[in-house]
Structure formats: C-alpha cells, structure tokens
C-alpha cells in the first residue's frame, strides 16, 4: 500500500476523507491520464485540489525547469498507462474531418466552378488603389488571391473561429517568459471561481506560486463607453471592433501558404484607451505576480487603479504562470486556447464541476443562425458590393459572389413553405446530416474551409461592418444601428460555416420555422447540434500530461467515459470516491408521497399543472414553515412551472397563509438580480421568522452557492425534473446515446425526428424514449438525477451543518421491491443521502413528526 503523504499547507486539521482525497489525487498526477475524483458538496474539495495538487507542482518544479525528470520521459515512459502510449490521434485524419471531403462520403466539395459561382465583373477588370481614393476608401478589401491552398493553410483554416479574432500582438509572451509546467484549473462560473481563489488564499500557496484567473470581457471591461452596451455579446463585438479599426498605413503583402497573397497593413495604436499604454500592460503584469492571489474583483480594480485593460492585462500574464484560473470555454475551446497563448503540453488540466462536462463542452460548439441574422448578413455584403463592385478584384468577386450564393441557399428553407425533403408541417423541426443537408440545397459543390480562410484573411467581417456604420451614421440611423448588430450577425454566420466544416457523424443540422414573437425567432432558424465531444476532448488529454475530473456527483462514471474518452477501458480509468464528512443523524432524507390531505404527489409532465396537484403542494407547505426553523429553499422544474405555483398559491391564499410564517422570496431569471435576492433572504432569515427562497433547478441558486446553516435547513425538491421531451436538441443527443457501442446495422431505428417535421408535441417525444432499450433511457434518466444532486447538495457545507432533505413525489417512493432497480430515481442519489432515505411514511402525519423530532434534537443538542 502507498505510504500517506502529509500536506502541511492545508489550513485546518484535515478530516480522514480530505487525506484520502488529497493522496489520490498526487498519486493520480504522478501516473498521468485522465483520472475522475468525487467527493460530495460541503466535504472541502476545493481545498484538497489547492494543496496536493500545487503540493504536486512545486514537488516537479524542483526535479527541472519542465517539471520532469528525464526518467520520467512523458512521451512514452513505463509508468504512462498502456491505453495514453497507444492512443495517437492520426495527423491527417485530423485534417480530413475538417475540411468535409473525406473519401467514405458520397459527397465531395467541389473547388469552385465558374458555372456554379458567377462573376460579376470579368477577372480582367483591376482597379488601382489610387482610384480607391474616396471617403470610403478605408473599407474597400485588398486584393486576394487564391489559386490553390496548401494543407497546412487548410489546417489553420479549418480552426478558424470567430472568438478567436483578437489583435495579433496579444501573443506577445515570448518562449522564454513560458512559466513551463503548469496546473490550469476550471470550473462553470466566474463565482465559482472566485470562490476557488479565496480558498486559495488561505494557503501558503497564494504567495508561493504565480497565480493569474482569467474571467471574460464582460466581467473585466474598465472601458465604460463599451460596458454601457451591457449585453455580453455586445460588449465582446465592440472591444474587437476597436482593436480592427485602427488607423492604418499599406505594407508589403505578405504571403499565406502556396500562391496566397493578401494585403496586409501595419496598425497604428489601438483605440480603446485603456491599451494605449504598452507600459502600463507590462505594470500591470509585474503587479498581478507580486500580489497574493487575485480573482476577477481585485484585477478589475487594480486595473481601474492602474488606468490599463485588466482582461488583456490577465491574458498577457498567463503563459508565465504556475497555476491558470479560468472558465470551461476558455480552455475546452481550441481556439480560445490559442487565442489566449496556452499550451497543455505536460501540464495538469484539473475540471471542477464536472458532472455536466460532457453536455458542456457539446453546447460550447453549438452552432446557430437565425433568418434575420441571414438576412442581415445578405443585405451587408450587397450593399457593401455595390458601392466597390467597380474597385474589386477579380479574387475578392469570386468569394463575394460564394458567400452570396451560400446565404441565399441557407435562407430558402426558412423562407419557403415546406421543410427539406417535403414531410408536412411546415411550423415544426427538421433535422439533418450534414451532408444531406449541403446535398438538398445544392451547396454540396462550395468548398467551406476556403471561405473561412478568406473571412479570416481579407478581414470582410470588419469592412463590411465598419461601411455599413457609416452609411447608418451619415443616414442619422443611429436608433436602429444601435438595436441590431451587423457584427454578432456574422459572427453566427461565420460559426454556422465552421460547424459545416465537421465530420458528416458528428453532428445534426436543425432547420426550424418556429413561428415565435420574438424578434430573434422570427421567421426560424438553423442551428448546428454537436453530439459527440470525444474527438474535441482528446485534444485536451493528447496534450496534457494528466487532466483531473472532479467533482460532488460524477457517477454513473460509465456514461462519462462513453462520452468523452471511449478510448480508455474501463479497467484502466483512475477513480476516486468518498463519503460525507455529515454524520448520518446531521441529515434527515424523506420521500414524500402524499400531502395533508392525503392526495398522492404526482409531478409528472401531464399532472403537475392540476389545480389539487398545486394546492396539495401549497397545503404541504403551509404545514413545514411551521416546523422547519430559519431557511428553506424549494426547487422547482423550471421558472414556468414555479411561475404558475406561485400565481395559483397567490389565488387561492395559501401564499399569503406561508408568508405569516416566513418571508417567500423568488429567483429572479436575471443573473444580475440574484445577489441581491440573496441579500433579501439572508437578512429575512437573520432579522425576521425565516424565509423560503422559490428556486429553479439549473438556476444559478441550484449551482455554485452555498447555503450552510441557517440558510438552508430545508430543501425541497419538487418532482423529478426530467428536461422537456419536445427538445429536438435532446432528442438527437440520446438517439446518438443509444446507438453507442452497437453496429450501424444493429441501431436502433429512431426515425421520428429524422424523417419528418417535428412539431415539438411531448408524446411524441415520449414516443422516441419509449423506444429506447437502454442507454439513450438511462442518459435522460441521469440529466434528471444530476440535477437533483447538484440542487439537494446546496444544504449540508461542513460537519456541524445539518438540514432536512424532502423529496416531493410518490416515484420516489415507489415500491420497495423495484428500488433495487438501476432506473428507480433512488438508485441514483448520492449514497450519503441513499443510505438514509426514509423511503415511505404512512402519510404526511408521519413526515411531519419525524421533522419535529429531528429539529428539536438539533436545537438542544
């Protein structure tokens, strides 16, 4: 057995779990790979990845500059698992899957064909820039020319991405400045993270290391003229907006791989205010290291204090730090990882909040268009055309007339009466391949990854943008300037164009003609469904040396491996897992069946909304406040569905008769409201009789807050919150689900949503699960109970915390004999709360006597 290690630079006395914890988790970075470590909410997690994983680091540091010895020998040592030395990504398979032409595929694009891309103007026709020389001039494109693409243009090309168009000199650390082996560390939100930093701080590592977070635009902006636009997207387009619109001056054109040539020009100084000052960047560098560790908060205002751009300062910082805070996207992204200068290689990827990792990183290259935005796009570049048509070269009209040609092809199916392969209602769904899709709008034949490459290279995005500004502002069209956005509109373009560029299997194409009153939903949309993360996540574990999933709930283990390294046999993944520091008699878990009045609960889809459902769950509580002391949070499905108990409580007077007890707060859908409810709770909670706080569960309440003590001495989950089964998005996901491990002529045959329109009916969403044997099932099943977890978990945060846990439904219950039963909700619960589940009471009478029995223990003990 492994001798115990000590780790000194943990805080307080460790608890045996957190010992246990912090030991695997050094042994696992010592051996590498993909390793997952679970330990439920409240138990010190944080803390325990802080100090063996920094303890680990600091340990490497002292073998060499890498971190490793040369015994060690990462690429290809003894103590490298077999299945990390004989997993190898092919190079150029790579390449093929993104450029859609693979030889398998019925369907090749074509290079482009005079026939099939019309010019408007003939190659012949050149105009000098001389003769450009108008008011305008600033936004005619330079010349581009492309005969032929070598593999390695088409390789960078295929990688574009819109997030990543940030000003060149961004990557301006040097090989020397790299801080060598590194530990990056991510989570979902920037609370979360900032959380993670206070625990940081009260280690010795906050001083010892060199620590640098990294948050987004819109949580570390200082400029306030771009802050005002307030909406995040906004806010991204702008800051980009003023680093490409620099005065410029023309240079010498600069080659692009195999006969490419464009234009390029040499910037003047940026025009945001706050990165005029090279030296002040450098400043604030140097200060970032010679403070503690700082969160997002405190580089915001070293920035302000500094008079200097805190998120580029940050980002600027990173290469040459021990240890990388930063958000999930940033660093599961590939391009944002190039775009903010970081390399993995050999170094330790540690992901917190893990449970949603798979669907995470699927939603992070999602892909979405909607008419308006195509239109807006199209109308774009035709006007832009007509003003420069006569000063174009003959290169710049070919792809112009592509990118045209594309539009108005993506735009027929939302505009036209019937769906793709013409099944019927045209106010519904459609879903696709990828190769289907190109086929049946006759687009089969462009080849995308070239117009990526001239997106990207000609800057067309900036220009055609910046002329449409112009014309807006001569036109004194400053109000509808100011409510649309030509740059997030290409922006959805440009991605809709990157998600075309992915294996035919890897994804679905959704056309939908959804009639909606909203302004974004008018007239449809079109939208790309990610629905393998395997190929995106081996590019994170193909370069790291070891990459940590942790997490409160991270079973069922099986399902993640599926998912995201199918590679690794399930022998050989590295798992730890441990219990509650919470004694037993601290927790007191309850299916509810029944309420006061004897009605059974059901919460499914076609009861939940009955008028006695929703006053049987109001009578329910009228009857806790009056037992349960200080706080207690309800959770509900969705804000509709707490929307609708809430308008009915207050009908009827039970609302009223709850709040002669308690205060009843409510989640606001606005994440910038939720601090201040929060206030409103705790005060109500400190101040007066107690509160309720109506909560939703995937709401920010049921993730990354915590709610010890007083708090929280009650949550009450209501139902079983199984996602929508009218999500066509879902629906898809599990069909692929399903098919894991099974031969393509042993699918199962889930033809509903592939073969006809879609119309978002729930039984007929029922219907595509029923077909289900087993995983697609038991993956819907586990969304539901993930989410469960993460929300029940909130109450109990360290070993004095105690609270009551109330599952609110009959199918919680159930019958003892099926509760053995893998799909039974019970199953699936953490086991510090299984083991404990009072699984029937003989009615409500029962349930309440055992909360006042509990809760007057508690009081006098």
């Given at each position: 057995?492994?001798?115990?290690?000590?780790?000194?630079?943990?805080?307080?006395?460790?608890?045996?779990?957190?010992?246990?914890?912090?030991?695997?988790?050094?042994?696992?970075?010592?051996?590498?790979g993909?390793?997952?470590?679970?330990?439920?909410?409240?138990?010190?997690?944080?803390?325990?990845i802080?100090?063996?994983?920094?303890?680990?680091?600091?340990?490497?540091?002292e073998?060499?500059?890498?971190?490793f010895?040369?015994?060690?020998?990462?690429?290809?040592?003894?103590?490298?698992?077999?299945?990390m030395?004989n997993?190898?990504?092919?190079?150029?398979?790579?390449?093929?899957?993104?450029?859609?032409k693979?030889?398998?595929?019925?369907?090749?694009?074509?290079?482009?064909?005079?026939?099939?891309?019309?010019?408007?103007?003939?190659?012949?026709?050149?105009?000098?820039?001389?003769?450009?020389?108008l008011?305008d001039?600033?936004?005619?494109?330079?010349?581009?020319?492309?005969?032929?693409?070598?593999?390695s243009?088409?390789?960078?090309?295929?990688?574009?991405?819109?997030?990543?168009?940030?000003?060149?000199?961004?990557?301006e650390?040097s090989?020397?400045?790299?801080?060598?082996?590194?530990?990056?560390?991510?989570?979902r939100?920037?609370s979360?993270?900032?959380?993670f930093v206070?625990?940081?701080r009260?280690?010795?590592?906050?001083?010892?290391?060199?620590?640098?977070?990294?948050?987004?635009?819109?949580?570390?902006c200082?400029?306030?003229?771009?802050?005002?636009?307030?909406?995040a997207?906004?806010?991204?387009e702008?800051?980009?907006?003023?680093?490409?619109?620099?005065?410029?001056?023309?240079?010498k054109?600069?080659n692009?791989?195999?006969n490419?040539?464009?234009?390029r020009t040499?910037?003047?100084?940026?025009?945001?205010?706050?990165l005029?000052?090279?030296?002040l960047?450098?400043?604030?560098?140097?200060?970032i290291?010679?403070?503690?560790?700082m969160d997002i908060?405190d580089?915001?205002?070293?920035?302000?204090?500094m008079?200097?751009?805190p998120?580029y300062?940050?980002?600027?910082?990173?290469?040459?730090?021990?240890?990388?805070?930063?958000?999930?996207?940033?660093?599961?992204?590939k391009?944002?990882?190039?775009?903010?200068?970081?390399?993995?290689?050999?170094?330790v990827?540690?992901?917190?909040?893990a449970h949603?990792?798979?669907?995470t990183?699927?939603?992070?290259?999602?892909?979405?268009?909607?008419?308006?935005q195509?239109?807006?796009?199209?109308?774009?570049?035709?006007?832009c055309?007509a003003?420069?048509?006569?000063?174009?070269?003959?290169g710049n009209?070919?792809?112009?007339?592509?990118l045209?040609?594309?539009?108005r092809?993506?735009?027929?199916?939302?505009?036209?009466d019937?769906?793709?392969?013409?099944?019927?209602n045209p106010?519904?769904?459609?879903?696709?391949?990828?190769?289907?899709?190109?086929?049946s709008?006759?687009?089969?034949?462009i080849?995308?990854?070239k117009?990526?490459?001239?997106?990207?290279?000609?800057n067309?995005?900036?220009?055609?943008?910046?002329?449409?500004?112009?014309?807006?502002?001569?036109?004194?069209?400053?109000?509808?300037?100011?409510?649309?956005?030509?740059?997030?509109?290409?922006r959805?373009?440009?991605?809709?164009?990157?998600?075309?560029?992915?294996?035919?299997g890897?994804?679905?194409?959704?056309?939908?003609?959804?009639?909606?009153s909203?302004?974004?939903?008018?007239?449809?949309?079109?939208?790309?469904?990610?629905?393998?993360?395997?190929?995106?996540f081996?590019?994170?574990?193909?370069?790291?040396?070891?990459?940590?999933l942790a997490?409160?709930?991270?079973?069922?283990?099986?399902?993640?491996?599926?998912?995201?390294?199918?590679?690794?046999?399930?022998?050989?993944?590295?798992?730890?897992?441990?219990?509650?520091?919470?004694?037993?008699?601290?927790?007191?878990?309850?299916?509810?069946?029944?309420?006061p009045?004897?009605q059974?609960?059901?919460?499914?889809?076609?009861?939940?909304?009955?008028?006695?459902?929703?006053?049987?769950l109001?009578?329910?509580?009228?009857?806790?406040?009056?037992?349960?002391?200080?706080?207690?949070?309800?959770?509900?499905?969705?804000f509709?569905?707490?929307?609708?108990v809430?308008?009915?409580?207050s009908?009827?007077g039970?609302?009223?008769r709850?709040?002669?007890k308690k205060?009843?707060?409510?989640?606001?859908?606005?994440?910038?409201?939720?601090?201040?409810?929060?206030?409103?709770?705790?005060?109500?909670?400190?101040?007066?009789?107690?509160?309720?706080?109506l909560?939703?569960?995937?709401?920010?309440?049921s993730e990354?807050i915590?709610?010890?003590?007083?708090?929280?001495?009650?949550v009450?989950?209501?139902?079983?919150?199984?996602?929508?089964?009218?999500?066509?998005?879902?629906?898809?996901?599990?069909?692929?689900?399903?098919?894991f491990?099974?031969?393509?002529?042993?699918?199962?045959?889930?033809?509903?949503?592939?073969?006809?329109?879609?119309?978002?009916?729930?039984?007929?969403?029922?219907?595509?699960?029923?077909s289900c044997?087993?995983?697609?099932k038991?993956?819907?099943?586990?969304?539901?109970?993930?989410?469960?977890?993460?929300?029940?978990?909130r109450?109990?945060?360290?070993?004095?915390d105690?609270a009551?846990?109330?599952l609110?439904?009959?199918?919680?219950?159930?019958?003892?004999s099926k509760?053995?039963?893998?799909?039974?909700?019970?199953s699936?619960?953490p086991?510090?709360?299984?083991?404990?589940?009072?699984?029937?009471?003989?009615?409500?009478?029962?349930v309440?006597?055992?909360?006042h029995q509990?809760?007057?223990?508690?009081k006098?003990?």
């Open positions: 057995m492994t001798e115990k290690r000590e780790f000194a630079a943990f805080p307080y006395k460790p608890y045996s779990i957190q010992v246990d914890f912090m030991n695997a988790l050094y042994q696992f970075l010592d051996k590498g993909v390793s997952m470590l679970e330990s439920p909410t409240g138990t010190g997690k944080s803390l325990s802080i100090c063996s994983s920094l303890q680990w680091l600091l340990d490497r540091k073998k060499g500059p890498s971190g010895t040369d015994s060690d020998k990462l690429d290809g040592n003894d103590d490298e698992p077999d299945w030395r997993f190898t990504v092919d190079d150029k398979a790579h390449d093929d899957d993104k450029t859609i693979h030889s398998k595929s019925p369907f090749r694009l074509k290079k482009h064909s005079k026939e099939k891309v019309p010019q408007l103007l003939s190659d012949s026709d050149s105009v000098s820039k001389q003769e450009a020389e008011n001039g600033e936004f005619l494109l330079e010349d581009y020319e492309s005969e032929e693409e070598s593999s243009k088409r390789k960078h090309a295929a990688g574009f991405d819109s997030s990543s168009e940030d000003e060149d000199d961004d990557k650390c090989d020397d400045e790299q801080g060598g082996l590194q530990v990056f560390f991510c989570s939100t920037h979360q993270l900032s959380q206070k625990e940081l009260k280690t010795v590592f906050a001083h010892k290391i060199k620590v640098v977070c990294l948050g987004s635009r819109n949580n570390m200082i400029n306030q003229d771009v802050l005002k636009l307030g909406n997207a906004r806010i991204n702008r800051c980009l907006d003023l680093q490409k619109k620099k005065k410029s001056q023309p240079s054109k600069k692009f791989g195999t490419v040539r464009v234009g040499k910037a003047a100084s940026c025009r945001c205010p706050m005029k000052k090279h030296k960047q450098r400043e604030f560098k140097a200060e290291f010679q403070q503690e560790a908060e580089l915001v205002q070293l920035g302000r204090d008079t200097t751009c998120y300062g940050s980002r600027r910082t990173a290469p040459a730090a021990d240890l990388v805070i930063l958000p999930y996207q940033s660093l599961l992204s391009s944002s990882r190039e775009s903010l200068g970081l390399s993995l290689k050999n170094s990827v540690i992901i917190d909040e949603n990792l798979a669907d990183l699927l939603t992070m290259h999602d892909a979405k268009i909607t008419m308006s195509l239109e807006d796009v199209h109308c774009s570049i035709e006007n055309l003003r420069f048509q006569n000063l174009l070269g003959a009209r070919r792809y112009i007339q592509t045209l040609i594309l539009i092809a993506l735009l027929k199916p939302l505009a036209s019937r769906n793709l392969n013409n099944t019927g106010s519904g769904c459609c879903s696709m391949a990828i190769y289907d899709f190109l086929f709008l006759s687009i089969d034949n080849n995308v990854v117009l990526l490459a001239y997106i990207k290279e000609s067309i995005i900036h220009k055609v943008c910046g002329y449409g500004d112009r014309v807006a502002m001569l036109q004194k069209d400053a109000v509808s300037h100011e409510e649309t956005s030509k740059l997030s509109s290409f959805a373009f440009s991605g809709m164009l990157v998600a075309l560029t992915h294996n035919n890897d994804g679905r194409i959704i056309i939908s003609k959804m009639s909606s909203t302004s974004d939903q008018q007239g449809g949309y079109i939208k790309y469904v990610m629905l393998t993360g395997a190929k995106l081996s590019e994170v574990v193909e370069e790291a040396h070891a990459v940590i997490g409160g709930t991270l079973q069922p283990i099986e399902e993640t491996r599926e998912r995201l390294f199918p590679w690794i046999p399930s022998n050989q993944l590295q798992f730890f897992s441990c219990s509650h520091i919470v004694p037993p008699e601290s927790i007191m878990p309850i299916a509810v069946s029944h309420g009045s004897g059974s609960f059901d919460f499914s889809h076609s009861s939940r909304s009955s008028a006695a459902m929703i006053q049987e109001g009578l329910l509580m009228s009857n806790l406040v009056a037992v349960v002391p200080e706080g207690v949070i309800v959770f509900f499905s969705s509709e569905y707490e929307t609708q809430h308008t009915a409580w009908k009827s039970i609302l009223s709850i709040m002669k205060r009843v707060l409510r989640e606001p859908r606005r994440n910038t409201e939720v601090e201040g409810v929060l206030r409103e709770y705790k005060e109500a909670i400190e101040k007066e009789r107690g509160a309720i706080m909560a939703v569960v995937g709401g920010k309440v990354g915590n709610f010890s003590d007083g708090m929280c001495r009650c009450v989950m209501v139902g079983l919150p199984y996602p929508s089964p009218s999500d066509i998005e879902l629906l898809e996901r599990i069909k692929h689900i399903e098919g491990g099974v031969s393509d002529s042993a699918k199962p045959c889930l033809t509903l949503v592939d073969d006809s329109y879609y119309s978002g009916d729930v039984r007929a969403g029922f219907d595509v699960l029923r044997k087993r995983r697609g038991e993956y819907y099943e586990n969304l539901c109970m993930k989410a469960v977890n993460q929300s029940i978990g109450a109990i945060r360290h070993e004095k105690y009551a846990i109330l609110v439904d009959a199918r919680y219950s159930n019958d003892p509760r053995t039963s893998h799909s039974h909700p019970s699936k619960l086991k510090w709360i299984k083991d404990g589940l009072i699984y029937s009471t003989k009615g409500y009478g029962d309440h006597r055992l909360l509990f809760f007057k223990h508690k006098s003990s």
